[in-house]
C-alpha cells in the first residue's frame, strides 16, 4: 500500500511521474497512470484500468475494473465508466500503418454526471452528454445528448433520465422526476433542468 500525499495507490500499481492526482482518490490493484494525466479528488479508479497520458479525470470520478481511458479522452466530474466498458482515440487504425499526426486522432468528451454502462463502447470523436445514460453493451457512434437514455448498437436514443438516474416522465414539453422532484423542459432533443 502507498499512501502519497493524500490519495491511496495500491503496491501493485505504478503513478508515472508527473501526474496530478487529487485527495481522497483511490488507485486500486494492477492500474497504470501514465505521465501528464490529472485525476481529482474522491475518484476511485478500479482494478486493471489504464490512465493514458494527458487524459483529464474530474472530481468524484468513478472508474471500474478493466478500462482503459487513451489520451484524447476527458472524463469530467462525477463520471461513472461500468466494468470493461471502452474508450478508442484513433480514427482508422491499423497495425500496419502508424497513426502520428493529430488528424488521426479525436477527441472524446465525457459530461459531468454521465454513466456508461458495462461493456459499453465510445467511439472516439464522440460526446456524451451532461448526466447522458448509456446502457451496457451499447456502441456510441454519435454525440449523445444532456440527460439522454441511449442503448443498443448503434447507441439510440430511448429516453431521457434526471440528475439522480431515474426516468423521466413527460407531459408535453415538460417534466418532472417522480423521486427527486426535479422539474425539466424539452425542446427537440435538447432538454435541460428547470430551477
Not at 10 to 33: L, Q, R
Not at 41 to 52: A, D, H, P, R, S
Not at 59 to 85: A, H, R, T, W
Not at 103 to 120: S, W
Request: charged share 15%; glycine share 12%.
Amino acid at each position: 500500500m502507498i499512501v502519497a500525499a493524500s490519495y491511496f495507490v495500491h503496491e501493485s500499481s505504478y503513478v508515472d511521474d508527473p501526474a496530478d492526482i487529487g485527495e481522497g482518490t483511490k488507485i486500486w490493484h494492477f492500474s497504470h497512470v501514465m505521465h501528464g494525466s490529472s485525476i481529482g479528488k474522491n475518484c476511485t479508479i478500479g482494478q486493471n484500468v489504464l490512465v493514458g497520458p494527458n487524459v483529464r479525470i474530474g472530481n468524484n470520478v468513478k472508474i471500474q475494473n478493466n478500462v482503459s481511458i487513451y489520451e484524447g479522452v476527458e472524463l469530467e466530474d462525477e463520471v461513472f465508466c461500468g466494468p470493461s466498458m471502452v474508450f478508442t482515440n484513433v480514427t482508422r487504425p491499423r497495425s500496419g500503418t502508424p497513426r502520428n499526426t493529430p488528424a488521426d486522432f479525436a477527441r472524446t468528451l465525457v459530461r459531468r454526471g454521465a454513466t456508461i454502462g458495462a461493456n459499453a463502447t465510445i467511439v472516439c470523436g464522440t460526446t456524451v452528454g451532461a448526466y447522458g445514460f448509456v446502457g451496457a453493451g451499447s456502441v456510441v457512434t454519435k454525440n449523445v445528448p444532456d440527460f439522454a437514455v441511449v442503448y443498443g448498437n448503434p447507441a439510440r436514443t430511448h429516453g431521457y433520465a434526471c440528475i439522480c438516474g431515474l426516468a423521466l416522465h413527460w407531459a408535453g414539453a415538460l417534466a418532472h422526476c417522480l423521486d427527486c422532484g426535479r422539474a425539466y423542459a424539452r425542446e427537440n432533443d435538447h432538454v435541460r433542468e428547470m430551477p
